[in-house]
């Protein structure tokens, strides 16, 4: 596809201020059409064809539909979707997919773009309840069961979420207790908090479940397992809702009206001793013989644990990817209505300023631009780590565990941002942006969820933490107590050079003179990495330290000095997730291989750079690693990096490969364009014709004796 092919033209980029702040520095320009072949990444035609799916008319989400309408026609696009064998990708070659995890989900995050509710039910069917099946189920179970839920002629639920528990999956309260006798399994859910809900396809749709219960034989508990079970009766009669009757002991209700996502029937299951047999316990990391005896190739239960649900792992990198692609159309509708839309006039007395020209608008969107490319690129790596684990090429223990580790940063980060950039646009267009029909305020309803889906991002970081402490404490592994001691100084004077005066004194020497050598020296990449890096290591460094005394304490003790120490657990997951993100676009810079691309996209990757330290510039103060003389520099210097871009901000959302078809807002088709200049016109004629109006402050100027402005 190209860059602007079925675009409306680009609008003027030159400024209508005349301010010199907006004029490119030397001859650097974007090459959209290379730039937007860049973005599209290792699975480039894949990416391409889903987007252009999600452009067609039929994928589209329709807006005022009823819940039941637009439940139906999200089906409906299921179909359709099965019918262009896209949503395969991941599945074995065997069963008619194509053994191509990492491709698989670079297609299925640009649903988004039609409708989220499509990605996400779509998501449900075939990467939760079929992935399921995939990678908990032995190849007998695959043969067996995946079919039907590839096909879409088994609609399916993934039932893990319990109300009473959320995030903490290994205290699920539904059991599956096995009767030796019919060798089956008994799935239970003993009270109304262990309700499986927020199920996708469960309110309607769903036919069958993949359930997550304790398993218990010969009465020992070994913990989390997935059991395929049937819940509807595909034999008995529909009701006025279209719902088929549960199965016997299988009961549930459906979630109704939500706060988005209104075309996924989100419902709740419970079990009342419902029977599956033995053969149905989804049994690649644990299975049990007719007699009841358990066996896994995982001795370690917690490990178990966490293997198992380390292969669904790609429920996070997909929402990563679709998040960062959520955030692109926001500001592709923003920028575009920001280069048309004008308002006050300023060094001209005719003539009105667009509203990209304005400092705070331009700081508004065009950092959170700089802040898309960087999870754009960041997202790019982590699908490489995907594949490599998913694929065979590199599925090690440690690489799933980073794998884990980094789609839970990212996830995280993602989500979040895409909610915080969807409200700026929504603000940034004023009205209009509040309108329906220029979509931001349904994306940004539809994304709110996402930063619970898949586990809540608070949860999340403090996994990242603990992660980061763990790779903290390797370092000591083996060291003999004199070696600490020598750590424990060195480190303490270390800190003590960075918060006293001498490092600060030190540093302010160096700044003292042309400002703009300190500006320099934080454009500087190492200096960026330095400070960014830094950030992090002496965040994990210092909850390590506060958190040492746990590892000798009563659990009671323990507990409490974790909670004590949450907030900056969390805190250094994030300045984690922030360097992981600014380490892969300085790391994409290098591929590019046009100049004025490569010129305009590291200075933009500055502007993300220098935005952190902006960001967390308390930290950097009060940490003693930067001087109050190089800290005043970095707004300032922020500020020009924003006003180089100025001119290519237009070229940078164009380059993310979004047509109308895609957008579909009505500010973003250049409609508002015409009625501006419609106005410029009308006004300029009625200049010319010598009919226009005075005004009462000319005439008053004028008694003054002042001169008569027209």
């Known amino acids: 596809m190209t860059a602007t092919s079925d675009r409306p033209a680009l609008v ?116 939760l309840f079929g992935a399921a099946i995939l990678h908990l189920g032995t190849p007998e179970q695959q043969d067996r069961l995946l079919p039907g839920a590839m096909d ?22 539904t059991t599956a207790t096995y009767d030796p006798e019919t060798e089956e399994f008994v799935i239970h859910t003993p009270f109304r908090g ?64 939500k706060g988005g996502l209104n075309g996924i029937d989100n419902g709740r299951l419970h079990f009342d001793h419902v029977r599956v047999p033995r053969a149905d316990l989804l049994a690649r990391y644990g299975s049990v013989d007719a007699d009841g005896t358990y066996s896994s190739p995982i001795e370690s239960p917690g490990r178990r644990f966490f293997t198992m649900l380390g292969s669904l792992v790609q429920g996070r990198v997909s929402l990563d990817g679709a998040a960062v692609t959520a955030s692109k159309l926001g500001l592709a509708i923003a920028v575009r209505y920001a280069n048309e839309r004008r308002q006050f006039t300023g060094a001209s007395a005719t003539e009105e300023v ?32 995907f594949h490599s684990v998913f694929s065979g090429e590199e ?29 700026e646009t929504r603000e940034a267009c004023g009205g209009a942006g ?81 400002p703009r050598r300190a500006a320099g020296h934080l454009r500087d990449p190492e200096t960026q990495r330095a400070l960014l890096t830094d950030r992090v290591e002496t965040m994990v460094a210092d909850v390590a330290q506060a958190l040492r005394p746990a590892q000798k304490a009563d659990p009671e003790t323990a507990t409490n000095l974790f909670n004590a120490h949450q907030v900056e657990l969390v805190e250094a997951a994030r300045a984690h997730a922030e360097l992981l993100r600014w380490e892969a676009f300085t790391q994409a810079l290098e591929t590019i291989e046009d100049a004025g691309t490569r010129e305009v996209l590291t200075t933009v990757r500055d502007l993300f750079g220098l935005s952190l330290v902006e960001r967390h510039l308390a930290w950097y103060l009060l940490n003693g690693r930067l001087s109050a003389q190089r800290a005043r520099t970095v ?60 005004s009462e402050k000319s005439l008053r100027k004028a008694a003054k004796g002042g001169p008569q402005a027209r």
């Not at 201020?17 to 320009?29: I, L, M, V, W, Y």
């Not at 896209?86 to 990492?102: C, F, H, N, S, T």
């Not at 088929?244 to 009206?257: A, K, N, Y």
């Open 12 to 127: 003027q980029r030159a400024s209508t201020t005349g301010d010199a702040s907006t004029t490119p520095q030397g001859d650097a320009r974007v090459d959209v059409a290379s730039l937007e072949k860049l973005l599209l990444g290792r699975w480039a035609d894949l990416r391409a064809t889903a987007r252009a799916t999600a452009g067609e008319e039929a994928f589209q989400r329709i807006e005022g539909l009823t819940l039941r309408e637009h439940r139906e026609r999200v089906l409906e696009q299921m179909r359709l979707l099965v019918g262009k064998g896209q949503v395969w990708r991941g599945y074995p070659e065997r069963l008619g997919g194509a053994d191509d995890a990492g491709g698989n989900l670079a297609g299925f995050e640009e649903l988004v773009a039609a409708d989220p509710s499509l990605q996400i039910k779509a998501g449900v069917q075939w990467g």
């Open 635 to 694: 707004t300032s210097y922020l500020d020009r990096l924003i006003d180089r871009l100025r001119p290519h901000a237009q070229d940078l959302v164009d380059a993310w490969g979004y047509g109308p078809e895609h957008l579909r807002a009505t500010i973003a088709t250049g409609i508002e364009k015409e009625r501006q200049d419609e106005a410029r016109d009308y006004y300029r004629r009625l200049r010319a014709s010598g009919d226009e109006p005075r």
């Open 194 to 257: 262990a309700w499986k809900d927020y199920l996708g396809n469960a309110g309607v749709h769903g036919v069958a479940a993949v359930v997550f219960a304790q398993l218990i034989t010969q009465n020992v508990n070994h913990g989390v397992h997935a059991f395929y079970v049937p819940i509807r009766d595909t034999a008995g009669e529909r009701d006025e809702l279209g719902r088929l009757p549960f199965l016997p002991g299988v009961g549930g209700e459906d979630d109704g009206q």
């Open 152 to 173: 879409l002629s088994v609609p399916g639920a993934f039932a893990m979420t319990e109300i009473g528990h959320g995030s903490d999956v290994a205290s699920i309260a």
């Open 395 to 423: 599925d090690t223990p440690e690489q799933r565990e980073d794998l884990e580790t980094t789609a839970a940063a990212l996830k995280a980060t993602s989500t979040r941002f895409a909610l915080d950039v969807l409200q």
């Open 434 to 514: 509040f309108l329906t029909t220029n979509r931001i305020t349904s994306l940004r309803a539809d994304l709110d969820v996402y930063a619970t889906f898949e586990g809540d991002n608070t949860v999340l970081l403090q996994l990242v933490a603990k992660r980061l402490l763990a790779d903290y404490g390797k370092q000591f592994k083996g060291i003999t107590p004199g070696q600490m001691a020598r750590v424990v100084v060195e480190r303490a004077g270390d800190m003590a050079l960075h918060r006293t005066p001498l490092k600060r004194a030190a540093q302010a020497l160096a700044d003292v003179g042309d």
């Open 354 to 385: 667009v509203l990209l020209d304005y400092g705070t608008h331009k700081r508004r969107l065009i950092v959170p631009i700089a802040e898309t490319y960087a999870a754009h690129f960041a997202h790019d790596r982590l699908l490489d780590l």
